[in-house]
């Protein structure tokens, strides 16, 4: 099993342009998650999703949009990026269930934005 | 918002040192979960305690949840060098998204030869 996957690993971006995130898991995971982690800050919630075809906002959900047609996968996009979006993000998947339940991360996807 | 302080924020010892990491917060949490990060990778789950007062070790590192389910500590002895890394604590909560997790800020540990 991959586990979780996300690409691509590094980019850089001009402020005001675009870009799309993916991230896939094979673990039939109901939940899925976009964090950021900005240093001394931990991770932040940027959206979620409980299930295909559902997504939620998170703790920092401004200037992100995310969708998930298919279950395994999960897509964060920025419409148009500014520098306060360097960041380094990552998705993460559960099955989202009982007190021991677990989230899984990917490696991550370093942005910076000029 | 529920907030996780955690301390200190860095921390840089020799091997066979003993140490602790402290999670701490006003808002009660369902469970709490520590997580380790290497450089360049997502954290993985080291272990989550549920019940107020639990203690559970995993090797050296052992791990506290408060009584009134507020606050957690890592604590490891004899620290190594394969122990660097950092450390997040997370608090979890539960509704109709699953697990929330609210993380703490993290401990960036180093230990050096």
């Known amino acids: 099993n991959a586990g979780v996957t996300q690409t691509p690993k590094f980019r850089v971006l001009k402020t005001g342009q675009s870009m799309t995130l993916l991230c896939a898991q094979d673990m039939n995971h109901e939940y899925m998650y976009w964090y950021r982690q900005d240093p001394g800050m931990g991770l932040r919630l940027i959206h979620y999703?409980?299930?295909?075809?559902?997504?939620a906002k998170g703790e920092v959900p401004d200037g992100y949009n995310v969708s998930r047609l298919k279950k395994q996968n999960f897509l964060l996009g920025l419409e148009s990026a500014a520098p306060s979006q360097t960041s380094v993000y990552f998705c993460?998947?559960?099955?989202?269930?009982?007190?021991?339940?677990?989230?899984?991360f990917g490696p991550g996807t370093r942005l910076t934005v000029l | 918002t529920q907030l996780l302080e955690q301390s200190p924020q860095f921390l840089s010892i020799q091997e066979g040192e003993n140490l602790t990491v402290y999670c701490n917060s006003s808002?009660?949490?369902?469970?709490l979960q520590w997580y380790r990060q290497e450089p360049g990778e997502g954290p993985v789950l080291l272990v989550t305690?549920?019940?107020?007062?639990e203690v559970k070790k995993l090797k050296r590192l052992t791990f506290q949840f408060g009584d009134a389910r507020k606050d957690s500590s890592l604590h490891i002895t004899a620290a190594q060098p394969g122990d660097t890394g950092l450390y997040l604590c997370?608090?979890?909560?539960?509704?109709?998204?699953?697990?929330?997790?609210?993380f703490g800020g993290g401990t960036r540990l180093m230990v050096k030869p």
């Open positions: 808002s009660v949490f369902s469970s």
């Open positions: 993460a998947s559960s099955d989202g269930t009982g007190d021991y339940n677990e989230q899984f």
């Open positions: 997370a608090g979890a909560t539960y509704d109709n998204a699953g697990n929330m997790l609210t």
């Open positions: 305690v549920v019940t107020g007062g």
């Open positions: 999703s409980v299930g295909e075809g559902t997504t």
